[in-house]
């Protein structure tokens, strides 16, 4: 059996770091970065597909400064919408398989109850609109496409709520974390391996039916709870100043972009159609610290 030729984007971020080990094993991977491709030049999107003729094209690569985009729109665009938009046309020309990833600000976190691919998107920042558009291009496109929505993604490495909590806790004996915004926060290591046992799955038998799936970790935690969970379970604990971790509302701690209060997404589409169901996400966070 030829292998595929698989191209990843964006393998410097914390969920394209995670799959270029787990797509290793699938078949022939290509993984680059702006480096080696800058997304929002399309000439260059162009001459990069032509160079690998991929299979398969997987594409975490995103502009994801929630806050910075609301200033900085056009290059948000560029890399969240455009991009994924000339990926899927490409792709289907080819008649290769697009996998994009996506997020749970696509909503606008009114519901209290986990979000179905079905309830309609209302994203309430420009990150969050440039994330959809990302998905409708890919949706119009074409291409035989997977689009996995994420939540609070976090890794060991790179920029994110886990090791600046773990930074700050060194740094200061009380912190003010908020404590009114709700989400499942989920390990990038573990979107990576769920992400390969469904390209498994389609290079076994290939997957005819596009679709848009949540993949996120199971539970429910606000960021306070989050960050409470990181101090109790971090093996340097001992070398926190930390002495006091305060809850408080978002009116308390404004930021350029708006934030979904509730943002929880139900993974049950994706379990009944390919058998993959994420851990709680205390028990990815446990395994991540390890």
């Not at 964006?10 to 699938?26: A, W």
């Not at 690998?52 to 502009?63: E, G, K, L, T």
């Not at 912190?175 to 498994?200: H, Y």
Request: charged content about 20%.
């Amino acid at each position: 059996m030829t292998l595929p030729r698989i191209l990843l984007t964006g393998k410097d971020g914390q969920v394209g770091f995670e799959l270029e080990r787990t797509l290793s094993p699938l078949g022939d991977v290509t993984a680059v970065d702006i480096g080696d491709c800058d997304l929002t030049d399309a000439a260059a999107i162009e001459r990069l597909m032509a160079e690998v003729s991929p299979d398969i094209i997987v594409n975490p690569a995103a502009y994801t400064a929630v806050d910075k985009a609301e200033s900085d729109a056009q290059t948000a665009a560029a890399i969240n919408a455009t991009a994924p938009g000339i990926l899927g046309t490409l792709a289907a020309k080819r008649n290769a398989l697009m996998v994009h990833f996506s997020t749970d600000y696509v909503f606008d976190g009114t519901k209290d109850t986990p979000y179905e691919e079905t309830d309609p998107p209302h994203p309430v920042s420009v990150y969050g609109r440039s994330k959809l558009a990302g998905e409708e291009a890919v949706r119009q496109s074409g291409a035989k496409h997977l689009i996995f929505r994420l939540c609070w993604v976090y890794g060991t490495r790179g920029a994110n709520f886990l090791l600046t909590m773990q930074r700050l806790a060194k740094e200061r004996e009380e912190l003010k974390i908020v404590n009114d915004q709700f989400g499942a926060p989920t390990w990038c290591r573990t979107i990576a391996e769920s992400t390969a046992m469904i390209l498994a799955q389609h290079i076994a038998r290939p997957i005819e039916k596009s679709g848009t799936y949540h993949m996120s970790a199971e539970g429910v935690t606000s960021w306070y709870e989050f960050a409470k969970a990181i101090f109790e379970l971090s093996a340097n604990r001992t070398e926190f100043a930390l002495k006091k971790a305060t809850p408080i509302p978002t009116s308390d701690y404004p930021t350029p972009a708006k934030r979904p209060a509730y943002s929880v997404l139900s993974n049950n589409r994706l379990t009944a159609d390919f058998g993959i169901h994420l851990p709680d996400w205390r028990v990815q966070l446990a395994q991540a610290l390890r």
